[in-house]
């Protein structure tokens, strides 16, 4: 896992949001109109702008599984999610970290009949600093999430101490465990990519050395370890080459693991 600051890039994410702002203001109507994420940010000339602001502070990595992204497979994560009402029993804890208490209000809070420049905190479905990317798989992660509460445990400047990933590729962190069951990262298919690349990193010096043919050695190797093997066989199906290897930060967490014990 890894800890997100946005302070690197808080000023120009916060340009494109306040440009978004400035654009919805409506003389006429003296309100703001489309200043919200469905028919403001979602439109091209901010959402790819802003897609890389937080992927260069992220270095292109999923906020959750840490798999490679890129802009066609980013989405969006709400920390804070888009949906959730104001009267919510769980918004409260969400403004326990300092990074959205500090930045962020809830959308119904925003008053949209004044013209507001240099906003401290912005409204919650477009604000910088409530927004991270995230892989946009269907069974883990973001979508996966939907509205569920999850804390913005990747505002935890600690928060690459207190996980850690074994030797099986299961993921530890007592303090966060529901939080990453809401997200599906201890699902087996992830756990497998992990403990693949466990392998891997005892046998190859490099990534770029890696084949095809030594990573389906290894896969394939695993089979004896799991019953019923029926349903190892049907996760194999999804773990290919290619769908594993943009997980490859996990090579570098082993190695680095070994390092430290050497």
Request: proline share 2%.
């Amino acid at each position: 896992m890894k800890y997100i600051d946005k302070s690197t890039n808080r000023k120009a994410g916060n340009q494109i949001i306040d440009e978004l702002l400035n654009d919805a203001w409506s003389d006429e109507e003296g309100r703001y109109l489309g200043a919200d994420y469905y028919s403001g940010l979602s439109e091209k000339k901010y959402k790819e702008r802003l897609i890389d602001v937080i992927m260069s502070e992220q270095s292109n990595l999923c906020c959750y599984c840490l798999q490679i992204i890129f802009e066609r497979n980013t989405t969006l994560e709400h920390i804070i999610p888009n949906n959730t009402d104001a009267s919510h029993p769980d918004l409260s804890r969400y403004f326990e970290v300092s990074e959205l208490a500090n930045y962020v209000i809830h959308k119904e809070d925003f008053a949209r009949t004044a013209k507001q420049i240099l906003l401290e905190k912005y409204p919650h479905d477009i604000a910088y600093a409530n927004l991270i990317g995230s892989c946009d798989s269907n069974t883990h992660c973001n979508h996966y999430r939907g509205d569920k509460f999850v804390f913005p445990f990747v505002y935890d400047a600690e928060i690459n101490d207190k996980v850690s990933y074994d030797e099986a590729g299961r993921i530890a962190c007592e303090e966060y465990k529901d939080d990453f069951y809401e997200l599906g990262l201890s699902k087996e298919y992830l756990t497998l990519v992990r403990r693949v690349w466990k392998l891997l990193g005892e046998k190859i010096t490099s990534i770029k050395s890696i084949t095809k043919e030594e990573f389906e050695y290894e896969v394939y190797g695993l089979i004896d370890d799991y019953e019923p093997k029926s349903k190892f066989i049907k996760i194999l199906t999804d773990l290919s080459f290619e769908k594993t290897l943009p997980y490859n930060w996990f090579y570098h967490y082993y190695k680095q693991g070994e390092d430290d014990n050497e």
